[in-house]
């Protein structure tokens, strides 16, 4: 296979900002991802991770970064410990994260950490020896997450730059726009931001967007903005950021995705949403050719196990 002609060496990187790679790693990591599929679908079965433990650390909720990161670590044959709910943990007893971090890195070989602290995943790598991986740190960066959006737009759409990509929502808590806006800019994708005034896209996010090259527009003209999108990502309005609940109450239920308002898009237009939705897209959009978050949600098997056999020197 040509791309392995290449090799590059992953092992033992923390993956804490999609910051951190370049153009040429991250496409490295998405065509290993590729080679992945059939093993995500459990079609074929290799145990690269055997003997391998992974600690699988969340201290906010979730649904399907933690169990597709147990899944593709349990689909290459290793094992996980960890846990889902930091108040049976000896957090409640006043233990610091970085002990904590220390205790994992002792019973395992690499750690996935979701916090809601910005920089906690940072930290966590100064305290252990093997990788860490960032889960979601507050409303900082979702690396992984990024990987697999860039992921479900090359399946898609054969290619990432040249796509006119729309990001909706909540762009200032969202983890996932941060990444995924960094990313697509590196890329050369043709950016539009669009949200409710309070909730626009940090300008540290804008800044580095543009040190990439990319102009990205703001609007808050959402049927304008869908009219030529390639890729609409939606995001969901980060309730348990908000300082104060009335400042959530003026936005929420800003926008709605529906089937009158894609009417007027492009036939071949994919909606992408990292999930969870709550309101912001009509369960009847489902049913289009459009909806793809439930496949993008999928796709986080194979990067997933592509991420963790990179980092513990696994080979497919
Ligand atoms: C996102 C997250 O946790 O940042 N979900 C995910 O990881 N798929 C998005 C969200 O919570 O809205």
Same mark, same amino acid.
């Given at each position: 296979?040509?791309?392995?002609?290449?090799?590059?060496n992953?092992?033992?990187?923390?993956?804490?900002?999609?910051?951190?790679?370049?153009?040429?790693?991250?496409?490295?990591?998405?065509?290993?991802?590729?080679?992945m599929?059939?093993?995500?679908?459990?079609?074929?079965?290799?145990?690269i991770?055997?003997?391998?433990v992974?600690?699988?650390?969340?201290?906010?909720?979730?649904t399907?970064?933690?169990?597709?990161?147990?899944?593709?670590?349990?689909?290459?044959?290793?094992?996980?410990?960890?846990?889902?709910?930091?108040?049976?943990t000896?957090?409640?007893?006043?233990?610091s994260?970085?002990?904590?971090?220390?205790?994992?890195?002792?019973?395992?070989?690499?750690?996935?950490?979701? &916090?809601p602290?910005e920089? +906690?995943?940072?930290?966590?790598?100064?305290?252990?020896?093997?990788?860490?991986l960032?889960?979601?740190d507050?409303?900082?960066? &979702?690396?992984?997450?990024?990987?697999?959006d860039?992921?479900t737009i090359?399946?898609?759409?054969?290619r990432i730059?040249?796509?006119?990509?729309?990001?909706?929502?909540?762009?200032?808590?969202?983890?996932?726009? &941060?990444?995924?806006?960094?990313?697509?800019?590196?890329?050369? +994708?043709?950016?539009?931001?669009?949200s409710?005034?309070?909730?626009?896209?940090?300008?540290?996010?804008?800044n580095?967007?543009?040190?990439?090259?990319?102009?990205?527009?703001?609007?808050?003209?959402?049927?304008?903005?869908?009219?030529?999108?390639?890729?609409?990502?939606?995001?969901?309005?980060?309730?348990e950021?908000?300082?104060?609940a009335?400042?959530?109450?003026?936005?929420?239920?800003?926008?709605?995705i529906d089937?009158?308002?894609?009417?007027?898009?492009q036939?071949?237009?994919?909606?992408?949403?990292p999930?969870?939705?709550?309101?912001?897209?009509?369960?009847?959009?489902?049913?289009?050719? &459009?909806?793809?978050?439930?496949?993008?949600?999928?796709?986080?098997i194979?990067?997933?196990?592509?991420?963790?056999?990179?980092?513990?020197?696994?080979?497919?």
């Amino acid at each position: 296979m040509s791309f392995f002609l290449i090799q590059m060496n992953f092992e033992g990187k923390d993956i804490i900002s999609i910051k951190d790679f370049s153009k040429k790693e991250i496409n490295y990591i998405l065509n290993y991802a590729k080679e992945m599929v059939s093993y995500a679908k459990g079609e074929k079965y290799k145990d690269i991770l055997k003997g391998k433990v992974l600690s699988s650390l969340f201290f906010e909720p979730s649904t399907r970064t933690r169990l597709s990161f147990e899944s593709a670590m349990n689909r290459l044959g290793g094992r996980v410990i960890g846990f889902a709910d930091p108040g049976a943990t000896s957090q409640k007893k006043g233990e610091s994260l970085a002990d904590t971090i220390r205790m994992a890195d002792a019973y395992s070989d690499t750690i996935v950490l979701r &916090h809601p602290q910005e920089g +906690a995943a940072r930290l966590a790598a100064e305290f252990a020896d093997g990788p860490v991986l960032n889960a979601g740190d507050g409303a900082g960066r &979702h690396p992984t997450q990024c990987l697999l959006d860039l992921f479900t737009i090359k399946t898609e759409k054969k290619r990432i730059g040249k796509n006119k990509i729309v990001l909706l929502g909540d762009l200032k808590y969202g983890r996932t726009v &941060h990444s995924l806006a960094y990313a697509l800019s590196l890329y050369g +994708a043709d950016l539009t931001f669009v949200s409710p005034g309070s909730l626009k896209m940090p300008k540290e996010v804008i800044n580095e967007c543009k040190s990439l090259g990319s102009e990205p527009a703001s609007t808050s003209n959402l049927e304008k903005a869908i009219k030529d999108a390639d890729v609409l990502y939606v995001t969901r309005i980060q309730k348990e950021r908000f300082p104060d609940a009335e400042e959530y109450n003026r936005v929420v239920g800003a926008y709605k995705i529906d089937n009158e308002l894609l009417s007027a898009a492009q036939e071949d237009l994919i909606i992408m949403h990292p999930l969870p939705r709550v309101t912001e897209i009509s369960p009847e959009v489902d049913k289009t050719p &459009h909806a793809l978050y439930f496949k993008q949600a999928f796709n986080g098997i194979p990067v997933r196990m592509a991420l963790l056999s990179l980092v513990t020197g696994g080979k497919i």
